[in-house]
């Protein structure tokens, strides 16, 4: 086993892999860049070095040279490299290998056999795994292309061979779209990956992503059973589940096979994922799974198979990784039970799932449940890397059981200092559909607009922020609560920008009389604590003027400044600004252009994400204020409007 090793990554996976090291008596330097100097991962490992001049990953964790000099100056054996960054760089691994160190990880050849779509295809094709019908050869003419996809039947899907992400990939339903869609996809694909070969695949119908975990020695492969990644929002997985409902013993022997298959047929060393796109449409046919691509690294969802196996994946890199063999046979490997995962991002979901940023002022989760996180208490989810707070794991012996323990996870998790998409992840755990295993990468989509639908408090949680505000919740002397005579205060908060005065009467020290608006609710406290209305006093976090009451996911409040009445009343909807720190990916409009409300104005890209930033109103561009490849700043103007009424 290594003495020490070096993690080149950050977040939540660089404390993961820590963690086992740890465990195995292996030491441990993080590394980190500007903007993460006081870092979770920084402060768990034995050692830590400074990465590069910025923030950004091209200034810092994507930097191989030196992050290989730090592993050099600390006597690293062995290079983690967790996912993301350099995980799947085979320039990286050969560095690596050249300077005579452990890449904990597959070899730059099976990287690079698997890197493009279309010869990890043609690859599988080979050696007898199913693949996607449709066309992954050379010929990239549009007319060819457009040939190819009658042939194959539509709806057909276009994705960038050098793709990930869900980058430069689209649907077409017809034939009269085609050239279009190709037209996209490619510009897509040449900016997102410097290439813009495409391949074209018969678009599955109600399908689902199954992928199968796999762990070799270079010779030989065994899986790990499979993981249903099926609940997706625009091709990116948001809760994740092992193993797979509706999954039958044929079925998971034929992917199993099929997926060591793809390994040994690479020669692959470590964790591996083959990912399988499956038609869900009539229940799972051993004859209706093909293979989509495969990812050669630890994947974020790993947990749920560690949840359903007991096999700590990152103990098995290592042990690989150091020259021992498969740590355990094939038929020595069972399920136990069911787990779920669900990725806990800083986001603002009814904005259209907009990444945030944030001081972390609270946050906590339940005992019990596991919460993978790179970020603490007072912590900042900063706009350089991707806004993940935690991953919440849960594991039960039946799906059922599984289900209710991920939904109680996630009412009882408490987050504050952030916008977060925990009520979106609550209302997914409560989904019908999903409950009962009918799960296709459609069903977010179909059902958006309740599961996106944003929380709304009752009069009593405003109770509850009120009394946090007004210090009423401890008796103690300062506020008059010992007196028996009744007290009348009053505070002014607000609930998303819309301001409301909460009015109580102090009744003594164990009864409360508030009014707010037309409301009237009594709180009364009891030996357990507060009773307001029918609601017992849920937690409540407080930081400067925020007031966050822990209950439907958490309700931000803020504590209004009575001489600051019209801070709200800004946005006249002149300015599209960027909503965060980013790169102007492309501006649309023109000087004197006339636009409609909801028109795309320019397109941000900024936490791995691209933003179309929208006209707020109908009217005419006065001024363009960025440049395409400009880097701005949080609340930048980039195009101005003219004045509402004085438009041509
Ligand atoms: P998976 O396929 O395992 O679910 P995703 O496709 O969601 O993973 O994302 C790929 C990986 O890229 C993520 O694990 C993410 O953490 C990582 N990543 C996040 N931000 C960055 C960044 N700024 N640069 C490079 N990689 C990143
Ligand atoms: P990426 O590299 O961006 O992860 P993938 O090829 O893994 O791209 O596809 C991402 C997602 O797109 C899948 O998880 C699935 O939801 C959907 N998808 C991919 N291929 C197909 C297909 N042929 N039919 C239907 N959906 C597909
Ligand atoms: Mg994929």
Redesign the pocket.
Known sequence: MFHKILIANR?E?ACRVIETARRLGVRTVAVYSDADRNAKHVAMADEAVQIGHGPA?ADS??LADEILAAAKLTGAEGIHP????LSENPDFVDKVEAAGLAFIGPSAAAIRAMGLKDAAKALMEEAGVPVVPGYHGRRQDADFLAEEAGRIGYPVLIKAVAG???KGMRLVEDAAQFADALASAQGEATTAFGNPAVLIEKYIQKPRHIEVQVFGDGTSAVHLFERD?SLQRRH??VIEEAPAPGMTREMRSAMGDAAVRAAEAIGYAGAG?VEFIVDGADGLRTDGFWFMEM?T?L???HPVTEAITGVDLVEWQLRVAAGEGLPSRQEDLHITGHAFEARLYAEDVPKGFLPATGTLSHLTFPDGVRADSGVRAGDTISP???P?IAKVIVHGPTRGAALRQLDDALARTQVAGTVTNLAFLGALARHRGFAAGNVDTGLIARDLDSLAAAPEPAVAHKVAAAMVALDLVTPHPETGFTLWADLQRSVTLAWQGTPFEAMVAVNGPHAQTWTIGEDRVRAVRLAHGWQIGDLGMPAVARAGDQITVFDRYGLTFTVADPLDRDAGALGDGNLIEAPMPGLVKAIFATVGQEVKEGDRLAILEA??MEHSLLAARDGTVAEILAQTGDQVEAGAALVRLEEAGTGA
């Open positions: 977040g996976i990953p964790y994507l967790g996912y993301g960054f990930g992400g869900g990644c990116q997985k994922t990812n690294r994947q974020v969802e350089w890397y991707d993940m936490m791995k």
